[in-house]
């Protein structure tokens, strides 16, 4: 996400508004990546038999990947 501040900060730098605006967009998907892991943790909770610190890390790099994945997409299509 920082990576991805950066870069639209160097965009806008040289007046690239396109390029800041798709790299802010980026950056938002990785900040909202919080919200999507509620939803990838849902195995994590209803079967305690499977919780362990790396079901955990799974869930919550899958909440990360989905939102850069949708971001990569519609960023593609427009």
């Not at 967009?25 to 990546?33: E, I």
Request: proline share 4%.
């Amino acid at each position: 996400m920082v990576a991805a501040m950066a870069l639209a900060l160097t965009a806008i730098r040289r007046r690239d508004i396109p390029v800041h605006q798709r790299w802010m967009t980026r950056a938002y998907a990785l900040g909202m990546g919080a919200g999507t892991q509620v939803v990838t943790h849902i195995p994590w909770f209803l079967w305690p038999e499977l919780q362990g610190e790396l079901l955990r890390a799974v869930c919550m790099g899958a909440g990360w990947a989905i939102n850069i994945v949708v971001v990569e997409w519609v960023l593609r299509r427009v």
